[in-house]
């Protein structure tokens, strides 16, 4: 794929980049060759690639999804100015 002047121009406005004349030129062909490159990668087959998120397999370490209240009711709102029922008293702000 080939990039011209006005796109390279077009991209450094969007990432409000100020470039000069000369960096227009040479940006123009290292574009391309980016882009060239990332067309090239989709020609290879991937078809029996597994995904993966690191190189080597690990099995993450699982807990079971309990819900509770943490047991610290009473530490939470300790240091709090108004309490009641263990929940926060804040001033009303809507009428």
Do not use: C, Q
């Amino acid at each position: 794929m080939r990039v011209d002047e006005t796109t390279v121009r077009r991209i450094a406005r969007l990432a409000r980049i100020k470039i000069s004349n000369e960096d227009a030129k040479s940006l123009e062909g290292e574009l391309s060759g980016i882009l060239d490159w990332a067309e090239e990668l989709n020609g290879a087959d991937t078809t029996t690639v597994e995904p993966m998120t690191r190189v080597v397999p690990i099995e993450l370490k699982k807990r079971v999804d309990e819900i509770t209240d943490g047991n610290i009711a009473d530490d939470i709102v300790k240091n709090a100015p108004m309490v009641e029922d263990h929940y926060f008293v804040v001033p009303k702000v809507v009428e």
